[in-house]
């Protein structure tokens, strides 16, 4: 079992920054790929981004590609994501995933843990 915790979202103009943390339990974290969701309302969830067990790689959704940056420090048991330059349409509540494989993916359903999710706004 696998307990996720994310934190740092809040409210934030549009072309700020935040940095979102998930700090998860258990021993095996560093053997895992990890992912960040995000869902707004009356809208499907929809792929951030994700990255591998080891960090070496990383896959982005094109609407937040050169925007946003995932990192993890398997030391700290905590993935990050780190949001610049935004928008109004990056307002959603945002998740953080374990996948039980050293390989990311950008489906939800292939993510075996979940977080309770943080929420982003970004007003105009």
């Known amino acids: 079992q696998v307990q996720l915790v994310e934190s740092g979202g809040g409210l934030v103009q549009a072309g700020g920054s935040l940095r979102l943390s998930c700090a998860a339990s258990g021993r095996a974290f560093s053997s895992y790929a990890m992912g960040w969701f995000r869902q707004a309302p009356g809208k499907e969830r929809e792929f951030v981004a994700t990255?591998?067990?080891?960090?070496?790689?990383?896959t982005y959704a094109d609407r937040v590609k050169g925007r946003f940056t995932i990192s993890r420090d398997n030391a700290k048991n905590t993935v990050y994501l780190q949001m610049n330059m935004l928008n109004p349409e990056d307002t959603a509540v945002y998740y953080c995933a374990v996948r039980r494989s050293v390989s990311g993916s950008s489906f939800p359903h292939h993510y075996d843990y979940w977080g309770q999710g943080t929420q982003v706004t970004v007003s105009f």
């Open positions: 990255i591998t067990a080891t960090g070496t790689a990383t």
